[in-house]
Each structure stands twice: as structure tokens, then as C-alpha cells.
């Protein structure tokens, strides 16, 4: 751990190891299994990491000129199991990656999203703010800065759907500003959750363009918004002092409970269910990563004294290494295992 921090570990967590990207870290995600961590920084690089040991496996870049952060990771597998990573782009595209060869299998790009340098300054194109995958792997959504959700067949590469609001402009039906986070639904391929600045979740069903429902009060700003398919629940954390972290019933909307008081005054950036029994939340402010109990509601372990915000944060949910945890701030990400 790095002498000039001096990040202090408490509760239930114990230190795994910190890993040193060498540029702002601005996702990470584990695979399946936990055997690797995918590390997408802000210039736009991909390095790829062994938790066990902690070493650099490699690092997977595009050709582009213009170097945007990574906004989304995950890892799929192919027909034939292979196991593969996909990367959103601040650029407005998604890319394939197969991780062990270090090329690109393909890319896809965003309606409107085609970037040239020439343009940035303008900020009129399109960016891919967050990804996800659905249970099957089959598809893949994305949330956008210019209020859309889109759909793809990762089979063929192509636009099924384009989730957005109707033009009504009294009816909250979809998003009127920026999608910062999107989710599908653990057990169900064709419902995914999405949430961002307009300070709404909304629902959709891929079957049609607009929302479903929705719920009211969560501002968004990160990977911040999951599904416990097992208890029906929605995590959600938000980028403000109050209730930055809530907990809200899938079926019905309610609000469960207010999570807020454990992470004190933080603004959340990240969170994830961390198995049946407690979850994991990051942020700015006390820049501090919190596991907290799912029945008290009581910080048990956290990862404090760190630099910068906790952007990001990952969960390995099974095999053997289930309870790795593993938080990015800066140009670290830190390794953490909470197996007790």
C-alpha cells in the first residue's frame, strides 16, 4: 500500500493489494470468477490485472487519435466460452475486446457518436456514459449523454431499440438529461433499470421505446444502480449529501430505506449488492469505500484516508473468490477482501 497515502483498512475488510495504474482509473470490473480485473483508465486504456498476484497482464488500446476515458466494463463470454470484454467509450462506442490476444473484435458506434477531434471543444456529440449486458450475454444497453438508452444484439452487432422519452413533454416517460447508469434485471432479458441527472429511475421493457414506470430521486452519477433479483430490491446511490444511498422495491417503487447515515456526508459514485447480506458504496467528500450491514444498516468495514474520490467500484460474487471487492481512487485501484 502506497507510504504517501497511507490508506487505512477497518471492520471486516482485510487488504488484498493496490494496484498502480499510472492514470486516473475511471471503471473496474472483475470477471466472473474473480481471476481477472479489468481496469479502464481516463485516457481511454484498458489494463487487465491479476487480483491474485497483482500483476499487469496487458494493456488494450485503440488506434484513435482522441483519448476519452472508459465509461462502462463488462466481461462476456463468446459461443464457443471464450472469455471476452466489452469497453464503452466517452467517444460514443462500444468495443470487443479479447483480452488474453489483446485485439479488438469488433466496434460499434453510437448513433450521432462519431467524434473528430476538431469537434470536442463544441460538445455536440454524443457520449456512452454506461454499459450493461443482459443475463443471456445475447445483448447489451447502453445509457448516453443526450438522454437515450440504446439496445444492441451482441450476436450482430446491430441497434435493436432506442429507449427514450416521447415528446410530451408533461409525461415523465423516459429521461430528459444525461443516463449515467443501466442495469437489466438479473433473471428477466428484456427489463433493465436506468438512472442518471434528471433524477429518476426508469423502467423499460425492450419491447417498446418508452419507460414503463418510474421512480422518483435518485441523481445518478455513476456506476451507482443495481438489481437484487432474489429480495426484488434497487440499489441506488446518488451524487449529493442527502439520501446519497437508498434501497427501493422493484415491484412496487417504494423506498425501503435511506442508507445515508452509514456513509456520512459522502456523494456516491458507485455501489453494488455485496452478496444476500450487505453492500458496497464510494464516493467524494470523506473519500471513503463502506461495506455496510443489509440489516443494521451499520458501517462493518471501510477503506479511508485515500487522496482522491472513490470512483468505482467492482464485487466478485462467486467461486472461490467470492468477497474480493476491489475500489479504484486516482490512479489506484485497491484490492480488499471482505470472505469472513
Not at 434497487?234 to 430505506?257: A, N, P, Q
Not at 470512483?311 to 485497491?334: F, N
Amino acid at each position: 500500500m502506497s507510504e504517501q497515502n497511507q490508506p487505512t483498512v477497518e471492520g471486516d475488510l482485510r487488504f488484498h493489494s493496490e494496484l498502480k495504474c499510472g492514470q486516473d482509473v475511471t471503471r473496474c470490473e472483475f470477471n466472473k470468477d474473480g481471476s481477472l480485473l479489468a481496469v479502464g483508465l481516463s485516457d481511454g486504456a484498458i489494463k487487465v490485472y491479476s487480483p491474485d498476484t497483482g500483476d499487469h497482464i496487458l494493456t488494450l488500446k485503440d488506434s484513435s487519435r482522441l483519448r476519452m476515458p472508459i465509461t462502462g466494463l463488462r466481461f462476456i463470454s463468446s459461443s464457443d466460452s471464450h472469455c471476452l470484454l466489452l469497453a464503452a467509450y466517452a467517444t460514443g462506442s462500444v468495443r470487443c475486446w479479447y483480452p488474453w490476444g489483446g485485439d479488438c473484435l469488433w466496434n460499434l458506434k453510437e448513433a450521432s457518436g462519431l467524434w473528430d477531434p476538431a469537434d470536442v471543444e463544441k460538445g455536440s456529440k454524443l457520449e456512452t456514459l454506461c454499459l450493461a449486458v443482459s443475463p443471456s450475454g445475447e445483448r447489451a444497453a447502453t445509457g448516453c449523454s443526450n438522454s437515450t438508452v440504446h439496445l444492441y444484439d451482441l450476436r450482430t452487432h446491430q441497434s435493436i431499440l432506442t429507449c427514450k422519452a416521447s415528446s410530451c413533454r408533461t409525461i415523465m416517460d423516459g429521461h430528459r438529461s444525461r443516463v449515467f447508469a443501466v442495469t437489466f434485471h438479473p433473471e428477466r432479458e428484456t427489463e433493465f433499470i436506468s438512472a442518471g441527472w434528471d433524477n429518476t429511475i426508469q423502467f423499460w421493457d425492450s419491447r417498446q421505446e418508452q419507460a414503463i414506470r418510474r421512480i422518483g430521486g435518485p441523481h445518478v452519477c455513476g456506476d451507482a444502480l443495481h438489481i437484487d433479483a432474489s429480495k426484488r430490491q434497487i440499489l441506488s446511490g446518488s451524487w449529493r449529501t442527502h439520501d446519497s444511498l437508498e434501497v427501493w422495491d422493484y415491484g412496487s417503487g417504494r423506498k425501503v430505506c435511506d442508507v445515508s447515515q452509514p456513509v456520512q456526508d459522502s456523494k456516491i459514485y458507485s455501489c453494488h449488492w455485496l452478496g444476500e447480506d450487505h453492500m458496497v458504496a464510494g464516493g467524494c467528500q470523506a473519500n471513503t469505500l463502506y461495506v455496510i450491514s443489509r440489516h443494521s444498516l451499520q458501517t462493518v468495514g471501510q477503506l479511508w484516508g485515500l487522496d482522491s474520490p472513490v470512483h468505482s467500484t467492482s464485487v466478485c460474487a462467486s467461486g472461490k473468490r467470492s468477497g474480493l471487492i476491489a475500489g479504484s481512487s486516482g490512479s489506484s485501484v485497491y484490492i480488499l477482501d471482505h470472505r469472513n
